[in-house]
């Protein structure tokens, strides 16, 4: 395998707050890649950076091999690197299927394809066509087929959250960013969203993902990248993170982490 995202020691400040600080890790081409941390860390700062919407204040980040330095987030789009977002934004009074047709307009437009305003006249003729089919592939492959003639708003929150995945991959991107995807989502559905995951990366897309959900990040990462106050503290597969003391300092105190280590020092002796 090889990086198709380097993480180059990055630093994010705002004015005298050092939000992110010597971050640097890499991305295989074909993984799943989990960036957790506690409430705070630099998760979202840190997804802000590499898809152009923060500029780094030192480092860079690298994608196939092409700084993002100085790149709008469209320009990184383009480049095959899409990302969600935290909270849902779509179009409550519009069906699923037409939100998911003013996306794909609006990804045309950028590109310089047919215009928004002849293809909602029905002037872009087999371009439209072409669109329509694409939507509906998209809503079929996130499993809301059968929900594309009603109004998004009437959706569940985590079904709105898959209308926003239908989105990024609409820009058939090498790799997908998920800024917390399963938040708000129950049981039943995380599962879902987890196939999903998986289904997605044997298409060959990358994946990175921001999530809060232990158990789902344990269950559908390759690896796991930790952050704490910004900095990067463990690295590594989902077995060695669990059982990492910084990691579990980090996230619920020293008191539990001497008592982890105590309790696995006792196991030791008594194996």
Do not use: C
């Amino acid at each position: 395998m090889s990086a198709i995202l380097s993480v180059e020691h990055v630093g994010v400040r705002f004015g005298g707050l050092v939000a992110i600080a010597d971050l640097h890790f890499d991305v295989q081409a074909g993984e799943i890649v989990s960036l957790i941390g506690p409430n705070g860390a630099g998760k979202t700062t840190a997804f802000n950076m590499m898809t152009g919407f923060l500029k780094p204040s030192q480092g860079d980040v690298r994608f196939r091999g092409t700084s993002l330095k100085g790149l709008p987030p469209h320009a990184i789009t383009r480049l095959g690197l899409a990302r969600t977002f935290q909270r849902t934004s779509v179009f409550p009074d519009d069906t699923v299927f037409d939100n998911v047709m003013i996306g794909l307009h609006q990804m045309g437009a950028a590109a310089g394809r047919a215009p928004v305003l002849d293809a909602l006249l029905g002037r872009a003729g087999a371009g439209e066509r072409k669109l329509r089919a694409r939507a509906a592939a998209l809503l079929d492959w996130v499993g809301l087929a059968g929900r594309a003639q009603e109004k998004a708003g009437a959706l569940a929150y985590g079904e709105q959250r898959l209308v926003g995945v239908a989105l990024a991959l609409a820009t058939e991107p090498a790799m997908l960013l998920l800024d917390e995807p399963v938040s708000g989502m129950n049981a039943s559905e995380t599962r879902v969203f987890v196939r999903l995951i998986r289904q997605i990366r044997e298409r060959g897309v990358t994946i990175l993902l921001v999530e809060h959900d232990m158990p789902m990040v344990m269950e559908v990462s390759d690896r796991i990248v930790v952050l704490n106050y910004g900095r990067l503290i463990a690295e590594g597969p989902p077995d060695r993170i669990r059982s990492d003391p910084a990691v579990i300092e980090a996230y619920l105190g020293q008191g539990s982490a001497a008592r982890q280590a105590a309790a696995a020092a006792q196991e030791a002796v008594h194996a």
